[in-house]
């Protein structure tokens, strides 16, 4: 017998993680919105929203689900050397919005893009009221690639990347993982399985281990609402 998803008014709340389809994997419930309260709920309750311009909404919560410890990250030899060059400036939520629409642009085997105009909105708003970081390759005073996500506690939910340059997201990716891990940063939420993170040290965890990491993790203080990482986090 097939499952149905519940349709969540504005008013309702989510519906525990446990009850997420295996099929797709991690589908839980479609409606809602994506007020600033609603993305707040779901990302404390270890949900995110996932879906393509004229879908409904769509709330995921997959299992397993990918994360990757700071203390873990692994670099490659070469980007160790790209990194030692310094020939790069790394800016944090100077340009939220840029950051959003490059990762929406069309990439190589994609149909289109998951990151509508409607969730541009919502995010921006996230990263006015400090909840969202936006972080930025700069080379040659040209914004080259980077990454945004959601931060709560010391958990920092990834989103997206992009690069325009060779190397650029992975410099911008391996910073704020430095940068995190000397901030105590518990875990950083890939969400979904890929091989480009796998090769940065991320791994698959079950869902309860998680959720029971991110019950502790965003208990903690929220960081600063402007994030500035130090300069000396590859010396």
């Known amino acids: 017998m097939t499952r149905m998803i ?11 993680v446990e009850r997420a389809l295996a099929d797709p994997n991690g589908l839980l419930a479609a409606g809602a919105d994506l007020s600033l309260p609603r993305l707040l709920e779901a990302y404390r309750s270890g949900i995110f929203p996932w879906y393509s311009e004229g879908e409904p909404l769509l709330w995921w919560s997959p299992h397993p689900r990918m994360v990757l410890i700071p203390a873990e990250l ?3 030899r070469s980007l160790r050397k790209r990194l030692a060059r310094r020939d790069y400036e ?22 289109g893009t998951w990151i509508t105009r409607d969730m541009i909105r919502a995010y921006a708003a996230l990263a006015r009221a400090g909840h969202a970081h ?38 911008a990716l391996a910073h704020l993982v430095r940068q995190l891990e000397r901030w105590e940063f518990g875990m950083i939420d890939c969400q979904m399985r890929t091989p480009h993170l796998a090769r940065f040290g991320a791994r698959d965890i079950a869902r309860p281990e998680f959720m029971q990491k991110l019950a502790h993790l965003v208990n903690y203080p929220d960081p600063a609402s402007v994030w500035r990482l130090d300069d000396d986090l590859f010396e």
């Open 74 to 76: 692994r670099l490659t």
């Open 134 to 171: 936006s972080v930025e390759t700069w080379i040659g005073g040209e914004l080259a690639g980077g990454l945004y996500g959601v931060a709560l506690g010391r958990v920092f939910y990834g989103e997206s990347m992009f690069t325009r340059v060779p190397d650029a997201s992975k410099i």
């Open 90 to 111: 790394i800016r944090c939520d100077t340009c939220f919005r840029d950051v959003m629409r490059a990762c929406a642009e069309p990439r190589a085997g994609q149909d």
């Open 6 to 16: 519940p349709w969540l008014g504005t008013d309702d709340r989510f519906p525990p």
